[in-house]
């Protein structure tokens, strides 16, 4: 590996600013301040690109990333619209094949992300500062926080915020079941039957083992990958330039081409199961609040509208646009978590949040266990999906982190994206799923955990004050989680296909945010949230071995940056 020592000297805080906005000379790359690692490449950022004026639209695109991987996803639409029955049973079959046969894989890969990242922040390496020793932050805490929150958990926390805590404790209430020596029933580990507060314990804990360190870590190793290896070593803002201490030059050639096409194709999927679960919910609370109704139908028009409010934002850029919505939601969110606290079991809640924390470091390792697991449907059916949808969606989510986390330290990067995050989500899922057990156990009330998991939010709102007004805020929410996904997962896609290009011609952008939509149209149709969860667990399978390696490649790059200190 080639390298050369950076070393940019600039005057006050608000100069640095500046330069780093203004500067274009590395296609919206800022270069490194002070000491840096420089990669010696003779790979130009845009090289491979064909560029093309086709009357007022600009075309700035990377051959062939974008040309294969834009291909193949209009062939994959119209194959699932015009064969849907053919397509669910495919759909159906790579998911059984890859959960029965993989699990393993991927429930060890998560733990082996989440121990690597809890050593950056105890080595050296967390000293290392991204974008160069001198380089300063480009947002505020709260403007980052909101950011990095809505991208990396939104949609997701809304549709299974009640329902997944829920659940958990239902199924680990219940009875053991077996057929053909193998379990049949849902519950965690070896289930609480018939034991209240042991199955409070067990299904928060398998809530929070879900939604906690394990996935923000999965984000917090690619964006420290992709920061490193952009702000850091000078390569471009694409997934293949964190290969580059295995790949060296070949990482321009057919092996980056593949890194690239295989992390469009899994933020793609990523994406869309995410804008599918969330047209659900929201036709749900439409439905309970209007009488929308419901079905494929409606849920087509909702991505459709939504696809189009997104389209705005994309036209806006990244500061008018996520950011302002990330900011907006993010506010909405903490009132109507602040609600249901005070109006709900607050004495409850506060005790359950910190009971949780305990079971879930208690239950932590036997859930994390990757072998010998006898209970299948709870490790296979919720964990490996999981973790293959956190692995989709981390090219995605870990970009866009890169692209806002310039100037912190690996240390603070790290504690930032990995434990507060977390905490956020543990609080979360502690306020509405404790409130909605609550209801069950001491109202006898039974609405929420009888709904269907769209409904279940809508259903256990229903039994607080001002009922119509938290639903409607909560469909506000889904809505708008869903538009910042879409807009900042089409700015994703479109950096890496544009060859790592972040000032890609607009309409680029806006082809891709369509075809997200399409995507969820297209798998909505083809076999509904099942085959959502199928393309999202078969193609993060595959960005989990990319992951691995990923790891390595930061260790590789780390140890550099700390040689030149």
């Known amino acids: 590996m080639k390298k050369t020592e950076a070393m940019f000297s600039h005057g006050d805080l608000s100069s640095k600013r500046e330069q780093i906005m203004s500067d274009t000379s590395s296609h919206g790359i800022p270069e490194p301040e002070g000491k840096a690692d420089v990669i010696d490449t003779d790979y130009e950022i845009g090289q491979d690109n064909i560029e093309r004026q086709i009357g007022p639209f600009g075309l700035d695109i990377h051959n062939p990333v974008f040309l294969i991987s834009g291909i193949a996803v209009v062939l994959f639409v119209f194959y699932t619209i015009a064969l849907p029955e053919q397509a669910a049973g495919v759909f159906s079959a790579m998911f059984d094949f890859t959960t029965k046969n993989f699990d393993w894989f991927l429930i060890g890969a998560a733990d082996l992300v989440v121990i690597f990242a809890l050593l950056l922040i105890v080595t050296p390496f967390g000293n290392v500062r991204l974008g160069g020793n001198e380089a300063v932050a480009d947002y505020t805490y709260l403007g980052w926080f ?66 906690g360190l394990h996935p923000w870590a999965i984000y917090a190793v690619v964006a420290l990958a992709l920061a490193l290896f952009t702000y850091n070593k000078g390569l471009p803002l694409t997934i293949r330039s964190a290969f580059y201490p295995v790949l060296g030059e070949r990482v321009w050639g057919w092996p980056g081409h593949i890194i690239d096409i295989i992390a469009v194709f899994a933020t793609l999927f990523g994406l869309a199961t995410s804008l599918g679960l969330g047209a659900t919910q929201a036709n749900a609370g439409l439905n309970e609040l209007f009488g929308v109704p419901m079905g494929t139908t409606s849920e087509i028009v909702l991505i459709s509208l939504i696809t189009a409010v997104a389209l705005i934002s994309v036209l806006r850029g990244l500061d008018g646009g996520v950011k302002v919505l990330s900011e907006i939601n993010m506010g909405l969110a903490a009132l109507l978590a602040l609600f249901t606290l005070i109006v709900g079991p607050t004495v409850f809640l506060l005790t359950f949040f910190w009971d949780s924390l305990v079971a879930y470091v208690e239950y932590l390792p036997a859930l994390a266990n990757p072998f010998g697991r006898e209970d299948v449907n709870f490790s296979q059916g919720w964990t490996a999906f999981y973790w293959a949808w956190w692995i989709s969606w981390s090219p995605f989510v870990g970009m866009f982190i890169a692209r806002v986390s310039r100037g912190r330290t690996v240390r603070e990067f790290i504690v930032c994206v990995l434990l507060i995050p977390s905490l956020v989500c543990v609080l979360w899922m502690s306020i509405f799923g404790g409130t909605a057990i609550h209801q069950v156990l001491n109202d006898g009330y039974t609405g929420a955990q009888d709904a269907g998991l769209p409904l279940q939010l809508f259903k256990m709102l229903d039994q607080l004050p001002l009922a119509s007004i938290t639903s409607f805020i909560g469909i506000v929410l889904v809505v708008v989680f869903f538009v910042t996904s879409s807009d900042s997962g089409s700015l994703v896609i479109d950096t890496i296909t544009a060859g790592g290009k972040v000032d890609a011609p607009v309409p680029q952008r806006v082809f891709w945010c369509i075809f997200e939509g399409a995507v969820a149209i297209a798998l909505l149709i083809g076999g509904g949230l099942a085959a959502l969860q199928s393309m999202v667990i078969s193609t993060g399978l595959l960005f989990t071995l990319l992951l691995l390696f990923m790891c390595y490649c930061i260790f590789r790059g780390l140890q550099d940056e700390r040689k030149i200190r």
């Open 146 to 211: 909101a950011m990095l929150f809505a991208a990396g958990m939104g949609i997701g926390l809304m549709f299974y915020g009640v329902s997944e805590p829920l659940t958990h404790f239902s199924t680990s209430m219940g009875e053991i079941s077996t057929e053909n020596g193998l379990r049949t029933d849902w519950a965690p580990l070896g289930a609480a039957t018939g034991d209240e507060a042991g199955a409070l314990r067990l299904g928060m804990a398998a809530t929070i083992y879900h939604w």
